[in-house]
Nanobody, 124 residues
């Protein structure tokens, strides 16, 4: 059973924080690049952040740079997304996905495995 499972979403006020988790099973997790993506109603799915297999290379969308931090613990088969200073425009369903090559993480269409998503709502 190959799967990614997101957790940690919820309702938070503007300026608040959440930590999302992406837990993997059924494949060799430490061989894969992991990316976080999000999709708001009526909008295209967009990239948020990516991390390579070792955790030594990361990237971030300009809209979240300085506020979000991606990390991974390969021993636990888990990638995290720490989200600080949340804004209403961060409201979306957040998904994680696995990629074979780091440069593929710029496109959600190239993801090999996807989770079901976790809802993040930023509202007062």
């Amino acid at each position: 059973q190959l799967q990614l499972v997101e957790s940690g979403g919820g309702l938070v006020q503007p300026g608040g924080s959440l930590r999302l988790s992406c837990a993997a099973s059924g494949f060799t997790f430490d061989y894969y690049v992991i990316g976080w993506f999000r999709q708001a109603p009526g909008k295209e799915r967009e990239g948020v952040s990516c991390i390579n297999s070792s955790g030594g290379s990361t990237n971030y969308a300009d809209s979240v740079k300085g506020r979000f931090t991606i990390s991974r613990d390969n021993a636990k088969n888990t990638v995290y997304l720490q989200m600080n200073s949340l804004k209403p425009e961060d409201t979306a369903v957040y998904y994680c996905a696995a990629f074979n090559v780091f440069r593929q993480c710029v496109s959600p269409h190239l993801g090999a495995y996807w989770g079901q998503g976790t809802q993040v709502t930023v509202s007062s």
